[in-house]
């Protein structure tokens, strides 16, 4: 078995279209598929909604999808580092979804896990719970969130094999997962591809069955806050 | 007189909520004062920082040159791990949060009210950002501490009966303290645990919409 494809463009050959609900993995700028993104740009297709914990920012990540005009609805839980997204909200031109972050992360999670609603206390009391069904467990009130399935999952790994099995890095793992088991269709981008049996199937972070096509190439990872300390002098 | 900083400063103000901390907890911080108090964790105590983008044992800023993209905090600062950090993914960081396994979250508040409400995520009219984790972690942790300035810029109390702000959670503040002193929300209203240095009971309650008992 292998997924592998020769480019980024390859890998989303017959799985873009207008008007289809991407989820996208990444925090921040940290762990994006910006191979991916950079892809669905070029390949133009417009009214997408996508489902991302952030926006990117202006330039890089989803943040060039909303420049070519791309995206007409994103569901996010925090999308302030991008001006472009602000200027186009602001004129009506995209719809914008706020989405407290661990609902967004656990309604792709259901979604992937084929629970169509789950009930949670957040957001319980605020603009959020507005239209939702409430319902009383043990005393306390919850409300119901719908299950994300998507068209498309595109994510960002650190490794795979052939088979699809992925290992990400540090806190670049975050939404990847949720996102991954998403989508009807996974496609993945990967630092590097290494071979079938290189990966101790005991530390692998999602296995292949969610991933379905896999690219991997050069990745800028840029860096949102950069914030270091001095080192004391000796 | 109004808009004159009183009592505390912002770094006393983390100082005192890093007595809040106990050994062996799992504590969230949010950003602003909150993210200060990680320099105040009182000696012989260890706690162990969440980040709520997918890591516990949160350790401090690397040095110039040793950044890494693929490790921040969840304000996407470069941060570094220590040896008990663990990793993991979004749903399973707001599982922990939502399942009540972390024991504190000390975050930042616009308003707080008698009853425990918190509004700290938007003002109508105004750029509006996003919640980010906030609304999860005030409707998941055991236990959640507000460290705000007690008063406006134009000296209009920020401790109210009811918030006017939208909220972020409701009834879910335990503990509130401010640059004037440290206030519970208890039922019927809030009760003074100590006044900061050089305020008065009587100056701490002219600067408080909100009910104070007793």
């Not at chain 1, 998507?150 to 052939?162: F, G, H, Y």
């Not at chain 2, 996407?76 to 396994?101: C, H, N, V, W």
């Not at chain 2, 409707?139 to 918030?163: F, I, P, Y």
Request: charge should be negative; hydrophobic fraction near 40%.
């Amino acid at each position: 078995m292998n997924k592998v494809y020769p480019s980024a463009s390859a890998a989303l050959e017959g799985l873009l279209q207008d008007n289809m609900l991407i989820a996208a993995g990444g925090f921040g700028l940290c762990g994006i598929p910006e191979l991916l993104i950079a892809a669905i740009r070029d390949a133009g297709v417009k009214g997408l909604t996508v489902a991302s914990n952030n926006a990117g920012v202006d330039g890089f990540g989803l943040g060039q999808l909303l420049e070519t005009r791309q995206v007409k609805k994103m569901i996010s839980s925090y999308v302030g580092e991008n001006a472009e997204f602000m200027r186009q909200y602001l004129s009506g031109e995209l719809e914008l979804e706020f989405n407290p972050q661990g609902t967004l992360a656990e309604r792709m999670r259901a979604g992937g896990a084929g629970i169509p609603g789950f009930y949670t206390k957040t957001g319980v009391g605020t603009v959020i719970a507005e239209g939702k069904e409430h319902h009383d467990f043990d005393g306390q009130t919850y409300i119901l969130e719908r299950g994300i399935v998507a068209d498309l999952s595109i994510v960002k790994a650190w490794k795979a094999d052939p088979s699809g099995n992925l290992v990400f890095r540090k806190t670049a793992r975050n939404f990847n997962v949720p996102a991954a088991t998403c989508g009807k269709v996974c496609v993945a981008e990967v630092e590097e591809v290494v071979p079938l049996g290189s990966l101790d199937p005991d530390t692998i972070h999602l296995p292949g069955i969610y991933v379905h096509r896999i690219v991997t190439g050069t990745h800028e990872k840029r860096i949102e806050q950069r914030t270091v300390r001095k080192k004391e002098a000796v | 007189m109004a808009g004159e900083s009183k009592g505390w400063d912002r770094n006393q103000m983390a100082a005192r909520a890093a007595q809040e901390l106990r050994d062996g907890m799992y504590v969230n911080l949010g950003i602003g004062i909150p993210t200060l108090v990680a320099n105040y964790i009182p000696e012989g105590i260890s706690v162990t920082l969440q980040s709520e983008n997918g890591m516990l044992g949160m350790g401090p800023f690397p040095f110039e040159g040793e950044e890494d993209p693929d490790l921040i905090n969840a304000g996407k600062q470069t941060i570094t791990e220590l040896p008990q950090t663990a990793y993991f993914d979004s749903a399973t960081s707001f599982a922990m949060i939502r399942g009540g396994k972390i024991a504190m979250a000390i975050l930042g508040a616009m308003e707080v009210s008698e009853t425990g409400d918190l509004a700290n995520w938007m003002i109508p009219g105004k750029l509006v950002k996003g919640m980010g984790g906030a609304m999860d972690l005030v409707a998941g942790v055991g236990r959640v501490v507000v460290v705000m300035d007690h008063t406006s810029k134009h000296g209009e109390s920020k401790v109210l009966k009811a918030c006017t702000l939208p909220l972020t959670g409701k009834a879910v503040v335990n503990r509130i303290i401010t640059n004037l002193g440290v206030l519970d929300v208890v039922p019927g209203g809030l009760k003074i645990v100590v006044l900061a240095d050089g305020v008065t009971e009587a100056e701490l309650r002219a600067a408080t919409e909100a009910t104070i008992l007793g």
